[in-house]
């Protein structure tokens, strides 16, 4: 049994309430082990009271760390149904960084990806595991769209309003750029708010570029895309260190992956855009990061 990621309590269009739970056990390619000393994480695994066809599961760390909760329409795991939720854990703590849900495998609606202050980073509209629909992405200092356009059967379609101006598609192609004023605006923003950040007088979390995820899609996503070929829905586990130069280091896998992927991440890492670094009392520092490295718009 291969299964893929995990839990919810609750879906769109009904209530998941847990009947007796089991305990499963796998290693970091995700398959069942028996022992649990061998295992890279936990799954508890419940059929849903209210309807019998479904279940839900919550996927664990072997430090009891949530990753992924979600609704299966099958006992493998392999047909993901229903709303999902993603966690990334930062110093100890877990947040939300990723939400959406599946219908009969397929990702529909809305996708979200979260900051760790749980503001919206990024909102894409799926139909059938295809972009289509509004795509949004909000800034990492306030809730302003740096990026907000639609797409129409994957591709870009229509206006897209970026800071430095918009674009124009037609059928995923740039036919027009209409330069704008917005750019200079948000340089000033970012600024002004970096100056505030250094003189505040207690602990902030590092933060991540706009241009993060895409970066990573497109360096390590031919990489990845076997594994999740394999276990559709589950989440690639990355950690690295944010160094307090806002330089990405030591980065690596903690999901089980063969020693070439391995490399790979780790040039990803060392070659990434620089992020905000984490300051403790108005000093930057360096911060170790979990990343969630999801099935996202790799194709």
């Known amino acids: 049994m291969k299964p893929t990621l995990l839990l919810l309590v609750t879906i769109g269009i009904a209530t998941c309430a847990r009947a007796q739970t089991t305990r499963l056990y796998f290693d970091g390619n995700m398959n069942a082990v028996t022992d649990s000393t061998k295992a890279a994480s936990k799954v508890i695994l419940s059929r849903c009271a209210d309807d019998t066809t479904l279940w839900a599961a919550s996927q664990y ?6 990753t992924v909760e979600g609704v299966y329409k099958d006992r493998d795991l392999a047909v ?6 993603y966690y990334l854990n930062i110093s100890g703590k877990n947040y939300l960084a990723h939400s959406g849900s599946f219908f009969n495998g397929a990702k529909f609606g809305e996708w979200i990806d979260y ?13 059938n595991n295809v972009l289509n629909g509004p795509y949004v992405v909000y800034s990492p200092l306030d809730t302003t769209p740096t ?3 639609n797409f129409l059967k994957g591709k870009r379609n229509g206006e897209w309003a970026a800071g430095w101006g918009t674009e124009i598609y037609e059928d995923g192609v740039l036919v027009k750029t209409i330069p704008g004023k917005e750019y200079l605006k948000n340089t000033a923003l970012l600024h002004n708010t970096a100056e505030k950040l250094q003189r505040q007088e207690h602990m902030t979390a590092a933060i991540e570029p706009v241009n993060f995820g895409k970066f990573m899609q497109q360096r390590l996503a031919s990489y990845f895309r076997p594994y999740f070929d394999k276990n559709a829905g589950t989440a690639i586990i990355l950690t690295f260190t944010v160094t307090a130069q806002g330089k990405l280091t030591n980065g690596r896998s903690l999901t089980t992956v063969s020693d070439d992927v391995q490399q790979q991440v780790a040039r990803a890492i060392d070659t990434a855009p620089y992020w905000v670094p984490a300051e403790l009392n108005g000093k930057p520092i360096s911060q170790k990061i979990n990343y969630t490295f999801v099935y996202d718009n790799i194709r």
């Open 61 to 66: 760390t072997m430090d009891n760390s949530l």
């Open 80 to 85: 993901p149904h229903g709303p999902f939720k």
């Open 147 to 149: 990026l907000k356009g």
């Open 115 to 127: 900051y760790p202050d749980g503001r919206k980073k990024m909102v894409q509209t799926f139909r």
